[in-house]
């Protein structure tokens, strides 16, 4: 199969890569760039574990082709924060208990990114609103809203 | 009891970095190198005999390493939680749509996926059985051996027949429940290779040791030659329990001599693995006029699907809980657990009782209206005390009652109740309550722990409780920390590990907190002690004026200049380990086969849930506006922990009770994805209230219980009643969907 040259900014970095025209990103991600913290759930676009961002908005990574992200900013959960540097919302999903299995945390965080970026004082419907598309299982959402509620008043 | 300087406390888990991070590898993260990718070829068709299956093309296709069917199971071809009824692969019968035929282990998915198409498989259709009640007729086509009925649990006590002649009060109905999915965000996963000759496993699983025992079985090897690691895994719920990639990689990785990976997709995930048990039951209740209760019949029919699975379990403590959390002296029960060619049903958070709760709780709120009282008022007058008798006939002990949770529960509800602000929709407000036995239903479950105290004052803390989110690693160190004074942060938790970990039996049951807890608090005694007749003899002390506390020695509460660890070195260099080993076996009494009275469980949580809803009466959409949920957990050893039980556990409880179903026809689910199997987002949920109550367990690690599974027991059974209360007519069936409601409305003329 021929392969399509992309360029894109992956986490600040720029990034250039040779894929197959039917490679999903969620597969370029995880295995071209072993960055596993974007999970798969479900691989239909229904629970939201594969989020990333593309300029700036969240995206399921399992309905978007590599190709697609050509000349895009893409970020992923490895973006987010570093051990010496967590963003906000990772410190407070680990304080309030915002985390028990973790497979839906990624998406989760980047969902709520991209909510602060737009919007930094989020009213409590506007937080859930925001992380609708990512399922939870483990938490009942509340102690996840109230990590993004506490990293908002930050 | 002294302060308690940990347990206690929300210590911030010990998994959050990484997994905020996005650095936890599960099972699918993980990568080998020359690792192979493996498919299950799975059959489409319920009943079918196997007449043959060719896998010349597909073992001949460039890049496939290994095709696989029953006759490549050395050992045993057969699996099971309780009975060992369920082939690897499929050598004769097939009883289940998702039966493993073949094993594929390639260069890639997608060869391994071409490969199965290559795969060519003959069969014998023969009629199916899918409705549990038409297959405990003779005539039913039969799933297993000559009968569908699986398991019959009785419990009988006093007499039945003659209180039904005379009550005042004889309230009968017949309730329906649904299949429910887990729906763990993590599909079924994992990775197997060689390491010399020991066969690693390394998969998402709630119990590595039977998953060893199984893989040695199958494959008739000793059990040290397989070492199951536990992966980190994302959410169980019971439904990771069973078996699901774990024999088929020790297989492939066997036959290939390579690491070989075996991911499950969504449609796969549920297809396959284990469900909550649909159930018919039918149920009758006599209370004299005041309320009282007397008697309960109750007869239910279970269906577990084409196999046993954990089965007869769930209905079992189905049984043992259906009378709820009240004295009732006359029983009978009869809960059979019946063979279908449906999905198997298996074990699911609640395990029996989420079904039970809303019968009985429905029962107890008709009785009350009969006989007068308020739905609070016939839950105090009759709820089980200590010194109760149970339908077992155990005698309680326990220093609560029921009150204790639902009268905080109801409060929180009630100074919160709101009115709805358009005619056609109506509030109501409704309860569940319930009590919860710890840990396997009178069955030895032992649990062991493993502990290695260094002389720095850190420690490795080994068990076989498997963490799956619940967070009992951090649970387990906390336990450890407190006892011997140590700092939490520096105990390092090794878990689920065949190789490494004693046996710490299945995280289900609610039972790691208590039962691995304390075993680790009997580990960290055992170090302890050598610890404290050290210091005795160094200081010239009284052992009981020792204590060790926040990393410091402490004579008669007193701070000394001697650290915890300073003790731990003057040990170890006199020659004294400090290390120490500890297990744990709840002291229970089989129940008796003809009457089901024993001993089930060591102890009880109770728990109550009120809701309060709004039914559209011109939709019939039933929104949950507030949940309350009252858990007696005996000592919350991590606070937010417990709270981020009570909060899940309601959530997936509302999502049984109005929103999940897993539909079947002939066999075939018709909601294998999150597009058509909905559980609640963060749009659906309510406001839910966790209250923690605590009424410490003697036999408990600082008095804890367990509490993973009662917050889903109670929501469904609230939640019909509120809606009960808010329009006037019941609904008997779940999940309570718009079109249910409006049928009891059209039926009771009320629209």
Same mark, same amino acid.
């Given at each position: 199969m021929s392969t399509v040259k992309i360029n894109f900014i992956l986490n600040n970095k720029p990034v250039s890569l040779e894929v197959a025209p039917n490679c999903r990103a969620i597969d370029m991600l995880r %295995?071209?760039?072993?960055?596993?913290?974007?999970?798969?759930? =479900?691989? %239909?676009?229904? =629970?939201?574990? =594969?989020t990333i961002i593309i300029d700036g908005n969240t995206a399921n990574s399992c309905m978007v082709l590599a190709a697609q992200l050509d000349g895009k900013n893409v970020v992923t959960i490895e973006g987010l924060g570093t051990y010496d540097k967590l963003d906000a919302l990772q410190q407070a999903f680990i304080d309030e208990g915002a985390v028990q299995c973790g497979f839906c945390t990624p998406g989760m965080l980047l969902s709520a990114k991209v909510l602060l970026d737009h919007n930094p004082k989020p009213s409590r419907q506007e937080i859930m609103q925001s992380i609708s598309g990512n399922l939870c299982r483990c938490t009942g959402y509340e102690k996840i809203a109230n990590a993004i509620e506490k990293a908002s008043s930050k | 009891m002294a302060e308690l300087s940990i347990v206690g406390k929300s210590v911030i888990r010990k998994d959050a970095l990484d997994k905020v991070l996005g650095k936890t590898r599960y099972s699918a993260d993980i990568k080998m190198p020359n690792m192979l990718h493996a498919k299950v070829l799975r059959s489409t068709v319920a009943h079918a005999f196997v007449k043959k299956i060719d896998v010349t093309k597909a073992a001949a296709l @460039? +890049?496939?390493?290994a095709v696989l069917t029953a006759k490549d199971v050395p050992g045993l071809n057969g699996h099971g939680i309780i009975f060992k009824d369920e082939p690897v692969l499929v050598s004769d019968k097939i009883r289940k749509i998702g039966d493993g035929l073949a094993l594929v282990a390639a260069e890639t998915e997608e060869i391994a996926q071409q490969a199965l198409h290559l795969i060519e498989v003959e069969l014998e259709k023969i009629p199916g059985v899918f409705d549990a009640v038409q297959a405990m007729q003779e005539d039913a086509p039969k799933v297993q051996g000559n009968s569908n009925i699986l398991a019959l649990r009785k419990i009988i006590r006093g007499n039945v027949d003659t209180v039904f002649e005379t009550a005042d009060i004889v309230v009968e109905n017949e309730y329906v429940t649904q299949m429910q999915e887990h729906a763990y965000i993590e599909p079924e996963a994992g990775i197997a290779y060689m390491e010399d000759d020991i066969i690693v496993v390394k998969a998402a699983t709630q119990n590595t040791h039977f998953d060893c025992r199984e893989i040695a079985r199958n494959l008739a090897l000793p059990q040290s030659r397989i070492r199951m690691i536990q992966a980190p895994t994302g959410g169980g719920f019971g439904g990771k329990l069973d078996v699901s990639v774990q024999i088929y990689l020790a297989l492939l990785a066997l036959k290939t001599r390579r690491p070989v990976k075996l991911v499950y997709s969504r449609e796969e995930s549920i297809i396959t693995s284990s469900k909550r048990h649909p159930c018919v039951i039918k149920y009758k209740t006599a209370a004299d006029k005041t309320g009282k209760l007397l008697a309960v019949d109750v007869h239910v029919v279970a269906d577990t699907g084409a196999y046993s699975s954990y089965g007869p379990a769930p209905v079992t403590r189905l049984a043992v809980h259906a009378a709820g959390p009240y004295e009732v002296p006359n029983v009978r029960i009869y809960a059979y657990t019946v063979y279908t060619n449906n999905p198997t049903a298996g074990a699911m958070r609640g395990f029996g009782v989420p079904q039970i709760a809303f019968a009985y709780e429905q029962q107890m709120d008709i009785i009350a209206q009969k006989a007068g009282i308020s739905p609070l008022e016939i839950r105090l007058r009759n709820t089980l005390k200590n010194g109760s008798v149970t339908s077992t006939g155990q005698v309680m002990n326990v220093k609560g009652n029921i009150g204790n949770t639902l009268m905080p529960a109801y409060e929180k509800v009630m100074e919160n109740k709101g009115q709805s602000v358009v005619p056609h929709k109506k509030r109501g407000v409704g309860m569940g309550c319930l009590y919860f036995g710890i840990g396997n239903t009178g069955q030895p479950n032992p649990a062991g722990a493993f502990l290695d105290v260094m002389e720095d004052g850190s420690a490795h803390l080994m068990v076989g409780a498997a963490d799956i989110g619940q967070g009992s690693n951090t649970i387990l160190a906390q336990i450890a920390a407190e006892e011997l004074g140590l700092d939490f942060k520096d105990i390092k938790v090794i878990s689920a590990d065949t190789g490494v970990t004693p046996d710490g039996g299945a995280s289900s049951a609610s039972r790691q907190t208590y039962i691995s807890g304390n075993a680790t608090l009997k580990a960290a005694k055992v170090v302890k002690e050598k610890l404290v007749n050290e210091i005795v003899v160094w200081q010239s002390v009284s052992l009981e004026a020792v204590s060790l506390k926040n990393k410091w020695v402490f004579i008669n509460d007193k701070q000394t200049d001697i650290t915890v660890a300073q003790l731990i070195a003057r040990c170890r260099g006199k020659g004294t380990m400090t290390i120490g080993h500890g297990w744990y076996n709840p002291t229970t009494q089989p129940l008796d086969d003809e009457m089901g009275q024993g001993e089930p469980y060591e102890v009880y949580s109770f728990a109550s849930h009120v809701a309060e809803v709004e039914v559209d009466t011109q939709t019939g959409q039933v929104e949950v506006v507030r949940i309350a949920a009252a858990h007696d957990v005996g000592q919350a050893v991590n606070p937010l922990h417990v709270e981020g039980q009570i909060e899940g556990g309601t959530i997936m409880g509302v999502g049984y009770g109005i929103y999940e179903e897993i539909k079947v026809a002939n066999g075939n689910i018709r909601t294998p994805s999150f597009a058509t199997y909905v559980i609640p987002t963060a749009m659906d949920i309510p406001i839910v209230d966790a209250i923690i109550v605590e009424e410490s367990?003697?036999? +408990? @690690?600082? +008095?804890a219980k367990g509490l993973g599974e009662p917050p889903l027991c109670a929501p469904a059974a609230a939640i019909a009643n509120a809606v009960s209360q808010a329009i006037g007519v019941r609904i008997?069936?779940? @999940?309570?969907t718009p079109e249910k409601v409006l049928k009891a409305l059209q039926a009771a003329e009320k629209i």
């Open positions: %295995e071209n760039l072993d960055l596993t913290g974007t999970k798969i759930g =479900c691989g %239909e676009g229904d =629970c939201g574990a =594969c | @460039p +890049g496939v390493h367990a003697n036999t +408990g @690690p600082f +008095g008997n069936s779940l @999940p309570i």
